[in-house]
């Protein structure tokens, strides 16, 4: 595939005479955090990690998504963390758009550089530095993972997304397609985080209203999303977080392609009293 370049939250502040009137929005179905809001001031600091700040950008919250966390990382030069996950757990998955990282997990070294994509099973030991001359940027997603009897937890893998095809869907002339990471059927796991992709002028034709949730972090390019009732500007740099059952669909605005990284829980029963 081309090479891609990958967006990343602007930081900074916006000058005293910009207009408050923006495109942030949170509501009963769906929230929006386009990236003009994610600013310095909005930044949090985390235990055991050096030089390092985190946008977090979704968490569990009552009566709304309540299955996973997401967070920009922004590790400056030496930062990064030998102690990283607070919790026995947690599964994670990291995704780099900017910079170079150190990953060791369970002893091996890796090297992620953009595109860089690693898949953290719970109770994995891992670290993350930034050995490099220039600040790093990635995802980190984090789900408790929910075990099953008979079925073996997921093992630890790196992969480049530059090196994962498209997987297109049947009948839309290769576009619309997703980079899948692990296989659909692959029961060990129960989240996926996957690459969507659609060319200009491609669309998602129907309202898909279904259990998964979602976070949705825009790479690259622009569309407009059908989300519930509204239909929705977004373009490169956006994060959209949708609750189970919120309807779907969008069109892809061009002129280059649009993509984004998608967290869904799969593969799980669902729970019958309330957590």
């Known amino acids: 595939m081309a090479d891609s370049t990958y967006a990343t939250p602007s930081a900074g502040l916006p000058a005293q005479t910009a207009l408050h009137t923006g495109r942030a929005v949170f509501t009963e179905a769906y929230a929006v955090i386009p990236h003009g809001v994610m600013r310095d001031i909005v930044t949090s600091y985390l235990p055991h990690w050096q030089n390092t ?10 009566g709304f998504s309540e299955t996973f966390s997401q967070y920009i990382m922004e590790v400056l030069p030496g930062g990064g963390s030998d102690r990283p996950e607070p919790d026995a757990g947690a599964e994670g998955v ?3 758009v900017e910079g170079e990282v150190s990953l060791t997990i369970d002893g091996q070294p890796h090297l992620l550089s953009p595109g860089g994509y690693a898949f953290l099973p719970p109770g994995c030991v891992w670290t993350l530095l930034n050995k490099s001359a220039a600040s790093a940027r990635f995802h980190w997603v984090r789900k408790r993972y929910e075990a099953v009897e008979g079925i073996d937890a ?4 790196v992969a480049n997304e530059r090196d994962t ?3 297109w869907m049947p009948g839309t002339d ?3 397609g997703t980079t899948r990471f692990v296989e659909p059927t692959d029961l060990r796991h129960d989240m996926h985080v996957n690459i969507v992709t659609l060319e200009p002028g491609a669309s998602i034709p129907f309202e898909e209203t279904h259990v998964m949730e979602h976070g949705l972090y825009v ?3 622009k569309a407009v999303y059908r989300l519930n009732r509204d239909w929705v500007e977004v373009e490169a740099g956006d994060f959209m977080w949708l609750r189970a059952f919120c309807p779907q669909a969008c069109y892809a605005g061009g002129p280059g392609r649009f993509r984004y990284l998608l967290y869904k829980d799969v593969n799980r029963h669902m729970q019958l009293s309330l957590r």
């Open 94 to 96: 990291l995704f780099v």
């Open 219 to 221: 790479l690259e390019g």
């Open 53 to 62: 700040r985190a946008w977090v950008i979704a968490r569990p919250l009552s």
């Open 165 to 167: 095809p498209i997987r």
């Open 174 to 176: 290769d576009r619309w």
């Open 154 to 157: 997921p093992t630890a893998f």
